[in-house]
């Protein structure tokens, strides 16, 4: 059984068809508001300039790209500062045995 939907994604005013698995069209159809709502907030923002659609997609790309990159390295540092404190711990439980003969 193929576990793909074929759904239309519309974005600033275009319609998407895309093929996607059923576990992530939510996910798909949630990432498109998302991205609908953030070039509504920027033509409201540039009111009134030339600006066209393409222009909003870049300026929507470029904030939600910078978001992901800031989590994704907030992400890292956490995951290495608690693999840090683990083997700090076990350093010092080392050195207590050792200081214990």
């Known amino acids: 059984m193929d576990d793909k939907l074929l759904i239309k994604l519309a974005i600033a005013g275009h ?3 895309m093929k996607v698995s059923r576990a992530d069209e ?3 159809r949630t990432a498109t508001s998302l991205i609908n709502e953030k070039i509504n ?3 409201q923002k ?3 300039s030339k600006k066209g659609d393409f222009d909003f997609l870049a300026m929507v790309a470029i904030d939600l790209v910078s978001k992901y990159i800031d989590k ?3 992400s890292d540092d956490t995951e290495m500062l608690s693999e840090l404190r683990i083997m ?3 350093i010092d439980d080392y050195i207590q045995k050792f200081n214990a003969l």
Do not use: I, M, W
């Open 15 to 17: 319609s998407y068809p």
């Open 26 to 28: 939510e996910r798909f």
């Open 41 to 43: 907030l920027y033509k």
């Open 46 to 48: 540039f009111d009134g």
């Open 72 to 74: 994704a390295t907030k």
């Open 88 to 90: 700090s711990n076990e």
